[in-house]
C-alpha cells in the first residue's frame, strides 16, 4: 500500500502543470489521517479523515469539489503547506470516496451537503474551526457559514462560486476546450462514476446541484464572518473585478488571486501558494479572535 501512495505522489509530481484530470475513486489513504465514518441521520454513511493537530489551535474543515474526495487535499505539495499543528478534517460528500450511497436526484442540493457536514461537526464537537472547500466544496463551506453554526471562525472558498453566473460573467475571456479536451473531460467523470457505481440520475442531479443554489449572494451580503475567497486569475492580462465574484467590498471578505492558475487550485504547481494563504487566514484570524 506504501509503495503504491508513492507511486501515486510520484505520478501527480510529473504531471505538474498538465491539464486537470477526473481521476477515478480514491484506492489510497494518508498515514498521517485517521479514517473515521457517520452513519447520518437517514442511514447514509459519510467518511472523513482527521489529521490531529495541538489542542491550542482551531481544525480545518476541508471539502473537496465536485469529483474530487480525499485524495484531493492529499495532494504532497498543499498538505505539506498546512502547518504540522493545524487539526485538519478532510469530509468526503455522498457518494465520493468512502461515502455511500449518492445523494437522491430530489435531494442533490448544497443545502442537503452542508447538513451533512454539520453532522460531523456535531460528533467532533471542535471549540474552535474554520470550513473550507473547493469549487462545490466552496460553495457548500459558504452555506454553512450562512448559518452561523456554533464555534466557526471563518470561510475559506477556493473558486466557491457565490453564484454559477460567475463563471459566465467573471472569466469570459478564458480559452474555450476543443472538442478532443470535452470528449476527455467527459470519458474521466464517465469512469469516475462507472467505479463509484452511481446510476445517471444521479449523475445528472449531481451536475445540476451547483446551478441552482442561489443563496450565495444573500449570504455574502450578510456574512460577519472573516472569508477568503481565493481564484485563479488564469493569466488574464486584467483580473475581473470583486463585483463581478459576487464579493462584496467588505472589510471581513478577503479576495486572493493565484497568478496563472485555472480553477484547479489545488492541483500543481499553484497548491503550495493556495496552502500558504490558507495558513496565513487562519493565522490572522486566529490572532484576532485572541
Not at 467518511?47 to 493537530?53: F, I, K, L, T
Not at 474530487?68 to 478534517?89: K, Y
Not at 451580503?221 to 463581478?244: F, H, K, N, T
Amino acid at each position: 500500500m506504501k509503495r503504491l501512495f508513492a507511486l501515486i505522489l510520484f505520478v501527480c509530481a510529473v504531471r505538474g502543470a498538465a491539464e486537470h484530470q477526473v481521476l477515478p475513486k480514491a484506492t489510497v489513504d494518508h498515514p498521517q489521517f485517521a479514517n473515521r465514518s457517520h452513519v447520518l441521520k437517514d442511514g447514509s454513511v459519510l467518511a472523513y479523515y482527521v489529521r490531529p493537530g495541538a489542542a491550542s489551535r482551531p481544525m480545518l474543515v476541508l471539502v473537496p469539489e465536485t469529483n474530487g474526495d480525499r485524495a484531493q487535499f492529499f495532494e504532497p505539495t498543499f498538505l505539506a503547506g498546512l502547518s504540522p499543528e493545524l487539526p485538519v478534517v478532510i469530509v468526503e460528500s455522498r457518494g465520493q470516496g468512502r461515502s455511500w450511497p449518492p445523494p437522491a436526484a430530489e435531494s442533490a442540493n448544497i443545502e442537503r451537503y452542508a447538513d451533512d457536514v454539520l453532522e460531523v461537526i456535531g460528533v467532533l464537537r471542535p471549540a474552535a474551526w474554520f470550513i473550507g472547500g473547493h469549487s462545490l466544496g466552496g460553495m457548500i463551506a459558504l452555506e454553512i457559514g450562512g448559518r452561523k453554526p456554533g464555534g466557526l471562525r471563518g470561510v475559506i472558498a477556493l473558486e466557491g462560486w457565490v453564484h454559477s453566473r460567475v463563471q459566465r460573467d467573471a472569466f469570459p475571456e478564458t480559452a474555450a476546450k476543443t472538442q478532443a479536451q470535452r470528449t476527455a473531460a467527459r470519458q474521466q467523470r464517465e469512469e469516475r462514476y462507472r467505479s463509484q457505481r452511481w446510476s445517471n440520475d444521479e449523475i445528472h442531479a449531481l451536475g445540476r446541484v451547483w446551478t441552482a443554489w442561489t443563496q450565495g449572494e444573500k449570504i455574502m451580503r450578510e456574512i460577519e464572518y472573516p472569508v477568503l475567497s481565493v481564484w485563479g486569475d488564469r493569466g488574464l492580462a486584467a483580473r475581473p473585478e470583486r463585483s463581478r465574484l459576487l464579493l462584496p467590498d467588505k472589510p471581513n471578505i478577503t479576495l486572493v488571486w493565484i497568478a496563472g492558475a485555472d480553477h484547479y487550485l489545488t492541483d500543481p504547481p499553484f497548491a503550495a501558494v493556495v496552502a500558504a494563504s490558507i495558513v496565513r487566514f487562519i493565522s490572522t484570524t486566529d490572532s484576532r479572535s485572541l
